[in-house]
């Protein structure tokens, strides 16, 4: 995920050999500066140009706002803030600041760039946008935030959601069946998708994906999966190692500020996915819902030097001009 602009850095060296200076209309206020080599800007962003399925916008490229969709830029108020336009797209561009009197020359062809420099001198939340003809409507419009509205709109800290490749279970040691306990808490969070993008992801211990299940064959296993009171979902297990009834799932529905617990026996190995298989049930997986359950045979498994564990998923933020949520889902 926001891998877009980052194939870009190559150009961003060059640019100080194609930094222009902001057109007439900036000269003739004295809030806007040449970005001359001797002014040092507190706040320096770069900013490409892309017309893609989103529309046009302006891409974030480097420091938290890379491949960001018409990112909020934050400063703190009397900051110096340097942007810098670089032309992804081929098409006529440019960029303006309104509210600071800011407006950058066009820019005309793929990797042209400018710069432009302004001081942030009044707290609040203002627009940025391409001025071209029909280029605002079509999606090239931001936000900066200054001073105290940047600090509320960054908001808390959102809490990663990823689980460790290297959190699993120990290879099986035992050769003999035995009696397996495991305890899953079906937990709605709010986790960071990306810089500047949280989600409310529905897990399997606090972490996507749940963490892996393993025991042998031959054992029996006793799941209890509870729902953390302050679900909004009924949320249940389906275990592809177990044979009954909907993997599980037909009795294990557990409504919020539940537990319910089921009793199997691992009968084939093999490495098995588990999820929620509540209705609409692509919307449990998908929102993160999943885990997988080894089943080590009799004998073992050849021992490994490293093991890991990890899912790869795939979530597509189409807000575009609204960042904050990701709508679309694919995993
Ligand atoms: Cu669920």
């Known amino acids: 995920m926001n891998t877009a602009g980052k194939s870009l850095s190559a150009a961003i060296m060059g640019l100080s050999l194609l930094m222009s200076g902001p057109p007439a209309l900036a000269q003739a206020h004295s809030n806007v500066r040449q970005p001359a080599a001797e002014i040092h800007a507190d706040v320096s962003y770069t900013l490409k140009t892309d017309i893609g399925n989103q529309g046009m916008t302006f891409v974030g490229v480097g420091q938290s706002i890379d491949g960001v969709v018409n990112p909020t830029l934050n400063a703190k108020k009397g900051d110096i803030v340097q942007i810098t336009l670089i032309d992804g797209d081929g098409a006529e561009h440019d960029i303006s600041f309104p509210d600071f009197n800011a407006l950058s020359d ?125 679900s909004r979902m009924i949320h249940s297990v389906d275990l592809h190692a177990v044979t009954g009834p909907g993997g599980g799932a037909a009795l294990l529905q ?46 073992g498994l050849p021992r490994a030097d490293e093991e890991f564990y990890g899912y790869i998923n795939h979530f597509e933020e189409r807000s575009g001009r609204r960042k904050g949520c990701a709508r679309s889902i694919k995993v």
């Open 106 to 230: 066009h820019v005309v062809g793929p990797g042209a760039s400018t710069v432009i420099v302004f001081r942030a001198d009044r707290d609040g939340s203002f627009k940025y946008f391409c001025t071209l003809p029909g280029h605002r409507a079509a999606g090239m419009e931001g936000t900066i935030t200054i001073g105290a509205a940047a600090a509320a709109a960054a908001g808390p800290a959102l809490a990663n959601i990823s689980r460790n490749p290297a959190e699993l279970p120990a290879p099986i040691a035992r050769t003999r069946p035995a009696h397996v306990e495991v305890k899953l808490v079906a937990e709605e969070v709010k986790g960071r998708l990306a810089d500047d993008t949280g989600y409310n992801f529905w897990t399997f211990n606090g972490k996507v994906p749940g963490p892996m299940l393993r025991v042998r064959v031959g054992d029996t296993v006793t799941l209890t999966l509870e729902n953390r009171k302050d």
């Open 254 to 299: 557990v409504p919020p500020g539940q537990s319910k617990t089921i009793t199997f026996k691992a009968l084939k190995p093999g490495l098995f996915v588990y999820h929620c298989a509540t209705p609409m049930v692509a919307n449990h997986i998908a929102n993160g819902m999943y885990g997988m359950i080894l089943v080590e045979p009799r004998q």
